[in-house]
């Protein structure tokens, strides 16, 4: 069984910058997305990284903004967030076990974390 513990969540001022973890037990996970939940919106993919940490693709909104980045020794993927804005308040998720498809689609992913909550306030 696949388990994904995302942290790193909590609460910080426009223009500040949180690092999210992704933490798989004991299983190095190979195609890893990044996805967020805001309250009446769609989830919508952010970033994913690939096994070996390249190549990784963004969504527009977080491009330039956030970085996604892994360290398989700890199997663990990261989401570094900067320059963050009230509109990226959201609960966010990392999700594992990639079965083909476009990497945004959250339906082509067998497997999700808790998630963490990110709350920026202006």
């Known amino acids: 069984q696949v388990q994904l513990v995302e942290s790193g969540g909590g609460s910080v001022q426009a223009g500040g910058s949180l690092r999210l973890s992704c933490a798989a037990n004991g299983y190095t996970p190979r195609t890893v997305g990044w996805f967020r939940k805001a309250p009446g919106k769609e989830r919508e993919g952010l970033a994913t990284i690939y096994t070996g940490g390249d190549p990784t693709d963004y969504a527009g909104s977080v491009k330039g903004r956030f970085t996604i980045s892994r360290d398989n020794a700890k199997n663990t993927v990261y989401l570094q967030m900067n320059s963050l804005k009230p509109e990226d308040t959201a609960m966010y998720y990392c999700?594992?076990?990639?079965?083909?498809?476009?990497?945004?689609?959250?339906?082509?992913?067998?497997?999700w974390g808790q998630g963490t909550q990110v709350t920026v306030s202006s």
């Open positions: 999700a594992a076990v990639f079965i083909g498809g476009m990497w945004y689609d959250p339906g082509r992913y067998k497997y």
